[in-house]
């Protein structure tokens, strides 16, 4: 079966740093796309980023020099590095394999950023 | 930018109806643009990619049509379990951008 897990949300204050784990499973992260969206209280879904296998990375403008995808392979799971936290990158943070036939997503992690 | 606009952004239903969402591209994006359904407090779910072709384990009651810059979501028969909100994205080109979404609930 097809899971995608996310961890390491949480309260932190503005300018701060964090990581989000996103652990796969029933697939291999490596060869795989991997999309980021986040969606802020009462809000619509925002694309955030997307990874491709070959290691091309494309960011949202809102997010670009702030926030870094990376991998661990042996652990096939995808981070996703946020630094210089705003309090408007406050959101429900979701990892998801998107545009194919059996897509997943996993159940997100809150980030919540306040002084 | 690619915008994507939806409409309505709210419908009222009742169940058995037949319900179309529009969603709009602000320039042509072939057919690179997926359907997603969410409900409160929970995680999105895939619904429709490549504008057309069904993810799995998706009724048939939903479908998608078009191709450059207008695309619908129908959903054949409304059911209890479908009232949600319904997001469009288009992946084309970068930044890949969503609809502000249809939020369909009960007549």
């Known amino acids: 079966e097809v899971q995608l897990v996310e961890s390491g949300g949480g309260l932190i204050q503005p300018g701060g740093s964090l990581r989000l784990s996103c652990a796969a499973s029933?697939?291999?992260?490596?060869?795989?796309?991997i999309t980021w969206v986040r969606q802020a209280p009462g809000k619509g879904l925002e694309w955030v980023s997307v990874?491709?296998?070959?290691?091309?990375?494309y960011y949202a403008d809102s997010v670009k020099g702030r926030f870094t995808i990376s991998r661990d392979n042996s652990k096939n799971t995808l981070f996703l590095q946020i630094n210089s936290l705003r309090v408007e990158d406050t959101a429900v943070y979701y990892c998801?394999?998107?545009?194919?036939?059996?897509?997943?997503w996993g159940q997100g992690t809150l980030v919540t950023v306040s002084s | 930018d690619i915008q994507m606009t939806q409409s309505p952004s709210s419908l009222s239903a009742s169940v058995g109806d037949r319900v179309t969402i529009t969603c709009r591209a602000s320039?042509?994006?072939?057919?690179?643009l997926a359907w997603f359904q969410q409900k409160p407090g929970k995680a999105p779910k895939s619904l429709i990619y490549?504008?057309?072709s069904l993810q799995s384990g998706v009724p048939s009651k939903f479908s998608g049509s078009g191709s450059g810059t207008d695309f619908t979501l129908t959903i054949s028969s409304l059911q209890p379990e479908d009232f949600a909100t319904y997001y469009c994205?288009?992946?084309?080109?970068?930044?890949?951008?969503f609809g502000p979404g249809t939020k369909v609930d009960i007549k």
């Open positions: 998801a394999r998107l545009y194919s036939p059996a897509d997943s």
């Open positions: 029933g697939f291999t992260v490596s060869s795989s796309s």
């Open positions: 990874t491709y296998s070959g290691g091309n990375t």
């Open positions: 320039q042509g994006i072939s057919n690179y």
């Open positions: 490549a504008a057309t």
């Open positions: 994205q288009q992946y084309n080109s970068y930044p890949f951008t």
